[in-house]
């Protein structure tokens, strides 16, 4: 009784986790990013060389909203950045200014680790 009692908690489903309540407790999740970086970038094709850049994360937050934001220097891909978490979604949006000055926009669940 014990073996087959262990064996099913074993093999039980974990429950998912509870949902993402505020834009705070998002971007607690990635605050890890804030701050000062200094960038090496590898490309993925031979034709260019390697580059460096220097890119800074802060936090921006207004009433009970709360969001990341990215400024480069010599960015070879964006110029500046926004990481917000849509609460109804419970998805992170990164929406990217490009070095040319086109938009992209990014959206994806945060993976975490065990």
Do not use: H, N
Not at 48 to 72: C, D, M, N, Q, V
């Amino acid at each position: 009784m014990i073996a087959a009692l262990s064996l099913l908690l074993f093999f039980q489903e974990q429950a998912p986790p509870p949902p993402i309540a505020t834009t705070k407790e998002a971007m607690q999740k990635v605050q890890l990013i804030v701050g000062d970086w200094r960038v090496t970038g590898m490309p993925r094709e031979d034709k260019r060389e390697p580059w460096a850049e220097k890119a800074s994360w802060g936090f921006k937050i207004e009433k009970e909203e709360y969001w990341l934001t990215l400024a480069t220097k010599d960015g070879a891909y964006w110029k500046e950045a926004t990481l917000k978490f849509d609460i109804k979604k419970q998805v992170y949006v990164l929406e990217a200014v490009l070095k040319d000055g086109g938009k992209r926009t990014y959206a994806r669940k945060l993976v975490e680790k065990e």
